[in-house]
């Protein structure tokens, strides 16, 4: 479980401008094992799907961008690996509930 954490730093710390979102197969191949077995551990030790795990990443990233007034909302989901601005907007609001600019306001 620890080793899934440090390689999703490893993701976005050497993946400065992510070119995509983090899958859970990249995860697996990274741990050397079947995407579903790599899904079914993860699950087991947590209670959560690996996915609920890299989108909760993703949030923090992102509310830590978010309070950096430096860079635009485009530029931080793009950052983040979002193919379009409003793909990142609508996350982060299904996520938690309210949008990126709202957040960014607070």
Do not use: C
């Amino acid at each position: 479980m620890a080793d899934f954490y440090e390689h999703l730093d490893e993701y976005f710390n050497e993946n400065k401008e992510a070119m995509e979102l983090p899958s859970v197969t990249y995860f697996a191949d990274k741990a050397n094992l079947s995407p579903n077995y790599f899904g079914d551990l993860i699950k087991h030790f947590t209670g959560n799907a690996p996915q609920n795990h890299i989108h909760q990443y993703v949030i923090k990233i992102a509310k830590q961008k978010l309070r950096q007034l430096d860079l635009s909302i485009s530029e931080i989901g793009y950052s983040l690996g979002f193919e379009y601005p409003t793909y990142f907007t609508r996350f982060f609001r299904k996520e938690t509930g309210i949008t990126p600019t709202i957040f960014r306001n607070q």
